[in-house]
């Protein structure tokens, strides 16, 4: 399994372009207009510009009538929110709560102890792990995550929370690059996110991966 | 909540942050310890610790939420700043972090170690200052304050890690440190024996990625600085001091000798570790001490400190033995002629010594004495029976450097019979392993002789009391202070302090006839000697601790000597001695990628660098730009073109060169008529900034950083140039040549000011500028005043003298030449043939005809051909003769192949193939 994605992408029998609409969602979509081509190549920028679209999403999801404004700062472009009434807040989970707990929608934190602890984790996972995460680690993310929901609808069990919308968006450009081959390795992973993906009002701004649901590879092993 | 598992591992700072909060919160779990490699969570695909195992089944696998789950089981809240800090913690300092734990515990490397966290300890730093509260995010403290003390215990619990400008951090860190929750977990962490099992720890992690290796966070810092916006009130602050201007400063006195502390103001006496006398110095060797220590006198006398500046040749020793035996002189004609070789070369160098003796006089023996018997009388010095080194064929013991062998520590081939180069440990002779007489290589045996030793266990709490004092209120590099506590940490022994040989300082007590003091006991006294050689009253300086500041200057590998054994004997030898208190030390520089080599010839050496035609103030400049500061740095001749021709040539002459030009050409030679505008003031408010900023770096002996504001106010100098197009606006009406005029004046005074900032630094360009300004002679006395203010010291009418440019272009052919003529061979030394193989002759012989270098090598051949005849006169050891002649070849056969010629098919070169 030493082979990166992109080379078993090349030797993959069916190319993921073949496939309709894939083709028509690049990953250009993700970036607004008015952003500089040489911008684009700079991975700090390229996760600024995610976790502040991300936001602003999640804004949208949870029925905010007006968009907050952010800011960036540091090295990794930590976003960061001024509001009104004190202290600017500083990061992506740490605004995040803020804005779920805004909006009245606190169950989405997780209802007891146990589940708010769960659901911190997986969002501390996907802001030191999943973020930034080198090329060559990417593939035991994909296990991991895949062999945790093998017996769970959604990552704090069965209650949606942020954890899955910020996870979500988080692998979103990992779920898109790859091939049907490897999304059918990743089984319980590609349920989960198709899932996900089709939870009203979360896709927001996010092409749509294609899932199938029929097994194309039979005998490949997960 | 029994039912809740907790499992951690020793060494993990992540489970030292749980087990903080349980003990913060009062939570109840079973805590497991597991070993490390047992995988808890079934999901993950390493395994890791804390894990907390849930009633429910579930794995909790991250310390952060731990702690909080723990937070809300005891029944509080997490506020959005708690989340803040944690979220901070995981995603933004745990990466850095781990890079930094392994540089300290691993590589040993705490100075790069503390340079990863600069940032983010700032940050804190900022935080925590700026905040209206003693702790991260409250009155008292939280877990946030637990979960970062945990985090950084590892690195902060040694209290020298953290740089002094970094108060509130270690204020925090202290208090934190001080809840008896947090001395309880430490505690029980410490029994574990906490170090052994975090290098374990570490050694399983993965290798900190490349992303926060190569992107360090310092920078952050630095580019705020460049792009640092000046508020209103700074602006209007700085047209105010420029108009005070110099009103009527009296003209500073000048130096008269001899320099005496005076009452009422700051005394500093600055010492530079005394060059070896049988070696020309290298490049390393300059900027480690003595050009350093010039910067440093020459600063404080422009600060109007009473300073004096001392330094001179160690000359004792069993390596000018070696020399003069290799000479075929006596030891004192050795000294004689080296010590002339080092004043030149520091006089090139223009190191304006206030006084450069040496350690073979009356004053070195009468004071070494004395010190010995006030050790002696009041028993520091304790005798013993040594095991030595003996050669039988050449009749004598083997001290220090006439016995090579393998380390016992790291087993470098190449160890000495004191120190090993590689590790930097210090050796008992006889516990090398194969050692071998350096003169005629066979093997010693073991005999034994008397000796004294330095009682140092008996002096240590002595010597702890005043380190702690002297390292709280001075100046201590960060290398220094841990270099010093290390040695403390591994426990002092008694150290022998005579030897057996001739050229030293002789031991006065008739038991010990004969014998002479080992050179590290003696040498350190060269400095009170060699200031007893400038002046009489030399007691005034060195007997006056608390009128006197003691600088020491030197590399790194001298401050056990100046921070533990010097100290020791002074302290012993209770007469009131003024011990060190601010200890500045570099790191190593090395020469294009690779060490300086003597043996090996490589690298640029004291006394080549005035035949390079580039002058002095530029070497000073290239050097000092790349101090190394904090961590190594690299001379490179590619980087040094490119420094002289980007930052002096395009930058700094460039702006100083226009400011004159446009005066002259335009007013008459002189000063125009000012009438300031905002934008002015602004660049006035930016100039002041870097100049309170350069006082501030160079009070704590920050030399490399404080250069960097001068080239950044030539840099703020060039644009306002630009932008304002004085050339352009002189052709204009009224208006638009007053505009030019006031832009002119600003410029020229701005020149003004970084003649003076330049004097420490490029003495004779600080110089040219001054004469070409005609710049009154009180003029940098009154802008170094205090915390510094720039005011304009060149009015309205002032004449200027003739401008003409300050810098050359280096080019790039120029260059060329001279790597290849530095890049190896260009000493003859008597290290034997083997050594010489790296510059191996295919690198060295040109393919096509280099007259310049054909006729230098032919001046080689010349003086190869006189080495070898002497050495055959001198009827020398036969290896010896056989490497210089095997050079000798080596240097006819580069000859033809400059000349052109097709060099011959040499006999040697047949048999290595």
């Not at chain 2, 913060?24 to 907390?52: M, N, Q, W, Y």
Request: glycine share 6%; hydrophobic share 35%; charged share 25%.
């Amino acid at each position: 399994m030493q082979k990166t994605l992109s080379e078993s992408k090349r030797c993959s029998p069916i190319t993921v372009k073949s496939l309709p609409v894939r083709s028509n969602h690049g990953p250009a979509a993700l970036q607004s207009p008015s952003n500089r081509a040489e911008q684009r190549s700079c991975p700090q920028w390229r996760r600024a510009n995610m976790a502040l679209m991300e936001l602003a999403s999640l804004e949208k999801s949870l029925g905010f009538k007006k968009a907050n404004k952010y800011s960036t700062q540091g090295n990794n472009k930590t976003p960061i929110l001024q509001s009104n009434k004190g202290a600017p807040l500083i990061g992506l989970v740490t605004i995040a709560s803020h804005l779920v707990q805004e909006a009245a929608q606190p169950e989405l934190l997780g209802r007891t102890a146990e589940q708010r602890a769960v659901v911190r984790q997986w969002l501390e996972y996907r802001v030191t792990q999943l973020d930034g995460c080198p090329k060559e680690d990417i593939r035991s993310i994909l296990k991991e995550l895949n062999q945790y929901l093998e017996d769970k609808v959604y990552l704090a069990g069965s209650d949606f929370t942020l954890a899955d919308i910020l996870l979500y968006y988080g692998v979103h450009h990992i779920m898109a690059d790859l091939s049907v081959q490897e999304k059918e390795q990743h089984m319980n992973l590609s349920r989960w996110f198709d899932h996900i993906q089709h939870y009203p009002g979360i896709r927001q701004h996010l092409p749509l991966v294609v899932v199938l649901r029929n097994r194309l590879y039979t005998g490949g092993h997960h | 909540m029994s039912e809740m598992k907790l499992f951690v591992s020793d060494g993990n700072p992540h489970c030292l942050k749980v087990l903080a909060v349980a003990e913060l919160t009062g939570v109840k779990c079973d805590i497991c310890h597991a070993s490390d490699d047992e995988r808890l969570v079934p999901f993950l695909s390493h395994p890791v610790r804390p894990v907390l195992l849930l009633p429910c089944g579930q794995h909790l696998f991250k310390a952060n939420p731990i702690c909080l789950y723990f937070l809300e089981v005891s029944g509080r809240d997490v506020c959005d700043l708690t989340s803040q800090w944690l979220e901070w913690e995981a995603a933004e300092l745990q990466p850095a972090l781990m890079q930094a734990l392994y540089q300290c515990v691993l590589l040993g490397k705490m100075t790069e170690a503390a340079n990863t966290l600069e940032g983010h300890l700032t940050y804190m730093e900022q935080r925590l200052s700026k905040g209206a509260t003693p702790f991260l995010a409250a009155e008292e403290a939280t877990v946030v304050d637990i979960v970062l003390w945990a985090a950084l215990y590892p690195l902060l619990s040694n209290s020298s890690f953290l740089p002094d400008k970094l108060q509130c951090v270690a204020r925090w860190f202290e208090q934190v440190n001080a809840l008896p929750v947090c001395q309880t977990v430490a505690q029980r962490v410490q029994q574990q024996k906490s170090l052994e099992s975090l290098k374990r720890f570490l050694q399983k992690q993965p290798l900190p990625p490349a992303r926060c290796r190569n992107a360090p966070l310092c920078n952050r810092a630095e580019e705020e600085d460049a792009e640092r916006e000046m508020t209103d009130e700074e602006i209007q602050a700085a047209g105010a001091t420029w108009s005070r201007g110099l009103a009527d400063r009296p003209t500073p006195a000048e130096r008269r000798h001899p320099i005496l502390p005076q009452e009422g103001k700051r005394n500093v006496l600055i010492t530079s570790a005394l060059p070896y006398v049988n070696n020309v110095p290298h490049l390393g060797n300059i900027i480690g001490c003595v050009l350093s220590a010039d910067v440093f006198a020459r600063y404080g006398r422009l600060r109007g400190w009473n300073a004096l500046f001392v330094c001179g040749t160690d000359e004792y020793g069993t390596a000018t033995e070696n020399k003069a035996r290799e000479e075929g002189l006596s030891p004192q004609e050795i000294c004689d002629k080296y010590h002339a070789v080092h004043a030149s070369i520091y006089k090139w160098f223009q190191i304006d010594f206030d006084h450069f003796g040496r350690t073979t006089t009356e004053k070195q023996t009468e004071i070494a004495q004395d010190i010995f018997w006030r050790l002696y009388d009041r028993g520091f010095l304790i005798p013993d029976t040594v095991d030595q080194l003996h050669c039988e064929n050449c009749q004598r013991f083997l001290a220090d450097r006439f016995v090579e062998g393998i380390c016992p520590n790291c087993r470098y081939p190449e160890a000495r019979g004191d120190q090993c180069d590689k590790c930097g440990r210090l050796i008992n002779a006889v516990e090398l392993k194969d050692p071998q007489c350096k003169v005629c290589k066979r093997t010693p045996v073991v005999r034994s002789s008397a000796h004294l030793f330095l009682d140092l266990p008996k002096l240590e709490s002595q010597l702890e009391q005043w380190l702690e004092q002297s390292m709280s209120t001075g100046n201590w590099t960060s290398n220094a202070r841990h270099i010093t506590r290390s040695w403390l940490r591994d426990g002092l022994k008694p150290r022998c302090i005579t030897r057996d040989l001739r050229w030293g300082t002789p031991v006065p007590h008739p038991d010990f006839s004969g014998k002479v003091f080992y050179v590290w006991f003696d040498a350190p006294i060269g400095y009170l000697s060699i200031t007893a050689s400038y002046t009489d009253e030399w007691e005034k300086w060195w007997k006056n601790p608390e009128k006197v500041e003691l600088y020491n200057f030197m590399a790194k590998d001298n401050v056990p000597f100046h921070s533990v054994v010097f100290p020791c004997s002074l302290l012993g030898a209770q007469d009131n001695y003024t011990l060190v208190s601010n200890l500045i030390a570099t790191e190593y520089l090395n020469y294009e990628d690779t060490k300086f080599s003597k043996s090996r010839g490589v690298g640029v050496f004291g006394d080549m660098a005035k035949d390079t035609d580039i002058p002095s103030d530029v070497w000073r400049f290239y050097l000092l730009y790349l101090r190394p500061e904090g961590q190594d740095s690299a001379f490179s001749w590619a980087d040094m073109a490119l420094k002289n021709n980007s930052e002096l040539l395009n930058n700094l002459g460039n702006f100083i060169n226009r400011a004159g030009m446009f005066a002259s050409k335009f007013f008459e030679g002189r000063v125009p008529q000012m009438e300031l505008q905002q934008e002015d003031k602004r660049l006035l408010a930016q100039v002041g900034f870097e100049l309170r900023q350069y006082i501030q770096l160079l009070d704590r002996v920050r030399i490399r950083d404080a250069l960097k504001c001068i080239l950044n106010i030539s840099r703020h100098g060039n644009q306002y140039i630009q932008v304002n197009e004085p050339w352009k606006k002189i052709k204009g009406g009224d208006e638009d040549r007053l505009r030019a005029g006031t832009v002119t004046g600003v410029s020229v005074n701005v020149a003004c000011l970084l003649s003076a900032m330049l004097r420490p630094y490029m003495p004779a360009v600080s110089a040219t500028i001054r004469e070409q300004l005609c710049a009154p002679a009180n003029c940098a006395d009154a802008m170094f005043q205090g915390a510094g203010s720039f005011v304009c010291t060149l009015p309205a009418g002032h004449r200027i003298g003739t401008i003409s440019p300050l810098f050359q272009k280096l080019e790039a052919e120029q260059i060329e030449s001279l790597k290849r003529r530095f890049g190896g061979q260009q000493i003859q030394s008597a290290a034997p043939a083997a050594a010489t193989v790296p510059a191996s002759p295919s690198a060295t012989i040109e393919t096509s005809a280099n007259p310049e270098r054909a006729k230098q090598l032919l001046q080689e051949v010349a003086e190869q051909g006189d080495r070898v005849r002497a050495l055959k006169a001198q009827k020398a050891e036969k290896t010896l003769i056989t490497a210089e002649v095997a050079k000798l070849l080596q240097l006819k056969k580069q000859l033809a192949a400059a000349e052109g010629k097709n060099p011959e098919p040499s006999p040697q070169k047949g048999k290595k193939k």
